[in-house]
T-cell receptor, first 110, second 116 residues
């Protein structure tokens, strides 16, 4: 079973840019990479999704290199309300299953 | 439009007891999923249903059964609960079919299950 790896935790201050990387060596050829945000006692919530290169929406950017074996979620100018756990989700070409990353706990300080 | 709803919110079981977790979505989505999340860990897929009438195993299916009752409802059953099944269970749905993460998943609020 493929492993999807993220840093366990990151700290930042309000107004800074935060970049969270996910490695996914065994991503399925046709699958997208999706990032979710989760607050305590809630279900995950969709942030952004991409297949290759760069995707940007109103809350984040997603950078995916040509080999697609990793992806980076970029949060511009974080605020205290961005304190949460962030997960990447990819397909697994070995098992044809969905694999969530291990999650990155982001703490934003004032 | 309630999105994805789950019942119950909390449940305590004794080892060997059985129970069914209920999930319903009102978005006319094709696929539905059951995940478990253990403390401090990510989500692991238990079972999913790519369309009404079909179900398939995820990463950790042992000890569970599922039923896709209709397009709206997807239930998860624990036939004989074990302490290792203590976890938070999330149901999700998506417009797409199956396990391709190309479609956004919408998650319910979760069921916190403790097995003693």
């Amino acid at each position: 079973l493929a492993k999807t790896t993220q840093p366990i935790s990151m700290d930042s201050y309000e107004g800074q840019e935060v970049n969270i990387t996910c490695s996914h060596n065994n991503i399925a050829t046709n699958d997208y990479i999706t990032w979710y945000q989760q607050f305590p006692s809630q279900g995950p919530r969709f942030i952004i999704q991409g297949y290759k290169t760069k995707v940007t929406n109103e809350v984040a950017s997603l950078f995916i290199p040509a080999d697609r074996k990793s992806s980076t979620l970029s949060l511009p100018r974080v605020s205290l309300s961005d304190t949460a756990v962030y997960y990447c989700l990819v397909g697994d070409s070995g098992t044809d299953k969905l694999i969530f990353g291990t999650g990155t706990r982001l703490q934003v300080f004032p | 439009n309630a999105g994805v709803t789950q019942t119950p919110k909390f449940q305590v079981l004794k080892t060997g007891q059985s129970m069914t977790l209920q999930c319903a979505q009102d978005m006319n989505h094709n696929s539905m999923y059951w995940y478990r999340q253990d403390p401090g860990m990510g989500l692991r897929l238990i079972y999913y249903s790519a369309s009404e009438g079909t179900t398939d195993k995820g990463e950790v299916p042992n000890g569970y059964n599922v039923s896709r009752l209709n397009k709206r409802e997807f239930s998860l059953r624990l036939e004989s609960a074990a302490p290792s099944q203590t976890s938070v269970y999330f149901c999700a749905s998506s417009e797409g079919y199956g396990v391709n993460p190309g479609y956004e998943q919408y998650f319910g609020p979760g069921t916190r299950l403790t097995v003693t």
